[in-house]
């Protein structure tokens, strides 16, 4: 009964200490959270590593860290002056560095650009197409009864019921005055069923004809002829094409530049053939001569626009250099690669977009297309062309982006008066004409490459991501002594920071549902033993102190 008694006293005694250890152990936990660390943390019955609080967590940041200045502020035992001084330091450093960083990021997301020029030989080079039209774009003597009968108010010869305007004969010759009263005398007349005034037929066949405007045609000092030009038609009617892309046909070249190393053509602009001008309208021209235009063969021609006059009684020099062009698409700039939507054509340009614009405008207003637009609407009549075609046309609104790229050429003209008095009498017996016939009616047109080369103009963009990145960590180091790593350092303090909370506030949870299991099942000796420990003290035994342990 005594051994017994003992036994009870020292599990008493043991239960006791114990119950102190824990109550220590869960004062070293509360203490953790005011920044003082325990080498162990219990969790209900399992014994766990202690986790660095927050002051662990910023001294060893501050220790580690290589943002200058910032130990030097947070450092403990320094004086309030010298901790003063180092902040206003790096408020400041930081101050400019935002604001010079502001900077370049504005100048960055304003997309600034710059161009660069530069001049690029080569042994060989492509041929641009030379496109031709007259001034001129009906013939007046080539018109039939039929023709004046329903195009006759259109161009301008005939009143609204079909009368000669009182003008128009005045300004014919006499022979041709009796001829034209003739041909506008529709008493007897009986108009056709099925005529179509105005369209494609009726301006390829009333259109001056290449076969009978070109004298003579070289390049490269060989000769060429009609059968090397393509037709077209534009606003000026029919027109020619020289060394236009054509399918199962190589574009011509040259290796040379200047006079002789191009295109020469001697034209007849047949001035007799001209509308007579009574007064201003969209059908008659003013001057006399031809339109010439110099574009790829990848651009439509645009030559109301675009091209430059050559007047007859001269020989016009032009000396051309190939341009190619390119630009940025947005935001950096304003070019457009993409292809039209209507198919039309295959490369866009500023020409392919206002042809297909106008096209789609005429024909959603009049149901009918002009001449030289493209599709499959049927042509405008002579009426259609009056009163509607050419005052939507006049209308339209067409805004078309540059292309990103594109080949252009520059051209420098110069001309000298053609016949010399030398070779007006040789000119006179060679076409049959007179000198004053000469003057007035043939031109010569000579197109060649000034030299061969070309010259390349990009749009380039003048600061990228890559300027951004070194200008600002440029900045960084300069202000604050920073760098990417230093951004992570920080960056990675505040993970263990926000890590510590969390895990805090789940350890909190933990504790406050596992409290009851805790009496339960690490202390039932102890619970026992305090009963017994009030009737009979005993010396201490070592031997259920093991037991306790292992139990908890």
């Not at 947070?74 to 010079?100: D, E, K, Q």
């Not at 494609?200 to 002829?225: A, I, N, T, V, W």
């Not at 959603?364 to 637009?373: D, G, I, K, L, T």
Request: hydrophobic share 35%; net charge negative.
């Amino acid at each position: 009964t005594r051994l017994s008694i003992t036994d009870r006293s020292g599990a008493t005694a043991k239960s006791q200490k114990t119950a102190a250890s824990v109550g220590r152990e869960r004062s070293a936990d509360r203490a953790e959270g005011t920044g003082r660390t325990s080498p162990v943390v219990r969790r209900g019955c399992r014994r766990l590593p202690a986790r660095p609080g927050m002051s662990s967590i910023t001294s060893t940041m501050l220790a580690g860290t290589r943002l200058h200045g910032l130990r030097h502020v947070c450092v403990p035992g320094g004086s309030i002056a010298r901790r003063a001084f180092w902040l206003l330091a790096l408020c400041t450093s930081l101050g400019l560095l935002l604001s010079w960083s502001s900077n370049r990021l504005l100048h960055w997301l304003s997309f600034p650009t710059y161009t660069r020029i530069h001049t690029e030989w080569a042994k060989e080079m492509a041929f641009p197409t030379v496109t031709i039209c007259n001034n001129n774009p009906i013939r007046l003597y080539k018109l039939t009864k039929s023709d004046l009968y329903f195009a006759g108010h259109w161009l301008g010869l005939l009143l609204a019921n079909r009368t000669v305007r009182p003008m128009v004969l005045d300004l014919l010759q006499e022979d041709s005055q009796a001829w034209f009263s003739k041909l506008s005398d529709f008493r007897l007349f009986l108009p056709p069923r099925n005529f179509e005034g105005s369209n494609l037929e009726f301006m390829d066949r009333l259109s001056h004809q290449l076969e009978e405007m070109l004298l003579s045609c070289k390049y490269r000092g060989e000769p060429c002829g009609p059968q090397n030009f393509t037709s077209v038609f534009t606003r000026y009617g029919k027109c020619y094409m020289f060394n236009a892309a054509e399918e199962g046909k190589t574009l011509r070249t040259t290796m040379k530049g200047g006079t002789g190393n191009g295109l020469e053509i001697m034209l007849d602009i047949q001035q007799d053939e001209y509308l007579p001008v009574w007064g201003d309208t969209e059908e008659t021209a003013f001057e006399a001569g031809v339109r010439v235009q110099i574009h790829s063969q990848a651009e439509p021609p645009f030559v109301h626009e675009l091209g430059f006059g050559v007047a007859p009684g001269f020989q016009t020099f032009v000396a051309t250099q190939e341009q190619r062009l390119t630009y940025l698409p947005p935001p950096w700039g304003e070019c457009e690669s993409k292809a039209l939507d209507s198919g039309f054509f295959q490369v866009y340009s500023v020409t392919a977009c206002r042809i297909d614009c106008e096209t789609r405008y005429i024909v959603e207003n009049c149901n009918c297309r002009m001449v030289h637009m493209p599709g499959d609407s049927p042509f405008c009549t002579p009426e259609q062309y009056k009163d509607c075609a050419e005052p939507a046309l006049g209308n339209s609104n067409c805004i078309c982006r540059t292309p990103c790229n594109m080949t252009r050429y520059n051209k420098e003209l110069s001309m000298v008066k053609i016949p010399s008095k030398t070779s007006a009498r040789y000119l006179e017996k060679k076409f049959n004409r007179s000198e004053k016939y000469i003057t007035d009616n043939i031109l010569v047109l000579d197109v060649f490459f000034e030299a061969l080369n070309y010259e390349t103009i990009e749009q380039k963009k003048a600061y990228e991501v890559a300027g951004l990145l070194g200008d600002i960590g440029g900045q960084m180091g300069l202000f604050i002594g920073a760098s990417i790593l230093t951004i992570l350092e920080l960056f990675d303090y505040a993970y263990e920071v926000v890590k510590d909370k969390l895990l805090d506030l789940l350890s909190r949870d933990d504790e406050e549902e596992s409290h009851g299991e805790d009496v339960s099942s690490c202390d039932p000796m102890g619970n026992h033993s305090e009963a017994i420990s009030h009737t009979v003290s005993v010396p201490l035994q070592t031997t259920l102190g093991t037991l306790e342990e292992i139990a908890c």
